[in-house]
């Protein structure tokens, strides 16, 4: 349950959802099981194996997107495709041309897509109502705009806008390396990318090295920019940010797991108090981050 990676959404001021209104509009819109010739099918799940789409606690919100695809890949088409063009140029005794080719895979797809085994995967989302942001965990910006996506259809509306800050982030990073003078509340941590903003693009990657010294300096001066660098908020979180403010490798640090372990009598308790302390810390430390990043930028 605890987030890995992290896009950042604002929700307007005066947007307000409750847990229960939530809950009966992805209801609505349930995961179902791909049927016949569907290829994908996607809809609302429970994050915690029971009947309810929504979990909430002290006005946050975990709720989740569900996707279910069949497994049948080109290469097992090609497979069908080419035995069934050996039998017709051998019984017919011609070559079978493109569009022949290509009818035949179809139809190929279609007898073997109701048998083709089925996988299913989960996308997690987190309403912070206290604090007027939409958080999804997902490793690439396209699993967050496909929840994105569909959330929009099941709300009719969802005004969100990725979260912009007055500091670029590899403005920021640069500058933190640069001065070597992490913000407050925040270390540097041994993982960084540098990159030419010329037409070479030239990379530099450093991974469990540490960041101080002449090289690093050397590296900007001649024009290299931070486009990722890992840091560690209060000795509590540690994490990977991105030119694009995304926020990967989230790793909630022993001290925070440790409390949920200790205080947790059954698997019921540990949810809660898991979900209590992730968006509890994890609240806190977006707050931080966005003052060290200059603040949000208004929306025109």
Known sequence: MWFKNIFIYRLPADYAITAAALQEKLALKP??????????????????GDDRLVHASNGQILFAL??????????????????????????????????????IKEAITAELLPRAFAIQRTTCAWLDTANGRLIID????????ELLEFLHKTLDDLPVKPLHTELSPVAAMTDWLAGDNAPTGFTIDRELELRATGESRATVRYANHALEGEEILAHIAA?????????????????????????????FLDIIKEESTTLADNADEMFEL??????????????DLGVALGGEKAHG
């Not at 569900?66 to 070559?95: H, S």
């Not at 997902?138 to 699993?143: D, Q, T």
């Not at 898991?274 to 707050?287: I, R, V």
């Open 31 to 48: 995961l179902q099981p791909c049927s016949g010739l569907d290829k994908q099918s996607r809809g609302w799940v429970s994050c915690r």
């Open 66 to 103: 569900g996707v279910e695809q069949k497994l049948l890949p080109a290469t097992i088409i090609n497979r069908f495709a080419k035995e069934r063009v050996t039998d017709i140029e051998a019984q017919q005794g011609y070559k079978v041309g493109r569009k022949e080719l290509k009818d």
């Open 138 to 145: 997902a490793a690439s910006a396209a699993k967050a705009e």
């Open 223 to 251: 024009g290299k920019r931070a486009t990722r660098l890992g840091m560690t908020w209060n000795s509590r979180i540690s994490f990977v940010m991105t030119e694009q403010l995304q926020i990967k490798r989230l790793e």
């Open 274 to 287: 898991d979900f209590t302390l992730m968006t509890g810390e994890l609240a806190n430390m977006l707050t």
